[in-house]
């Protein structure tokens, strides 16, 4: 790192573009999961290996991060939305009665 173009001595070296890249995402990953309360997600699903899955896209993620990625993608707004539409347009379903 001591000869790379830009750096001082002692400063450790330029970071490059993957790791200050890496190091945001991480920022982000964790601000997000402060943020947003999984466990109030109506899609998510922890299944018996540790995964999470979307129960609207039906998709597997291998850890929170990827999931809170996934809800703010492009796929998944629009199948939310897609779901919204479908049951404003069904109306209110009935609760189905339970045997005895």
Do not use: W
């Amino acid at each position: 790192f001591q000869h790379r173009v830009g750096s001082r001595t002692g400063g450790g070296g330029v970071a490059s573009f993957s790791e200050t890249n890496a190091q945001r995402r991480e920022r982000l990953r964790l601000l997000a999961l402060e943020t947003i309360d999984l466990s109030k997600d109506p899609y998510m699903l922890k299944n018996h290996l540790g995964s999470y899955e979307c129960k609207l896209c039906l998709t597997l993620h291998t850890n929170e991060g990827s999931y809170l990625a996934h809800t703010q993608g492009k796929k998944h707004q629009d199948n939310v939305k897609r779901r919204a539409a479908k049951e404003a347009s069904e109306g209110p379903q009935p609760a189905l009665a339970k045997p005895k």
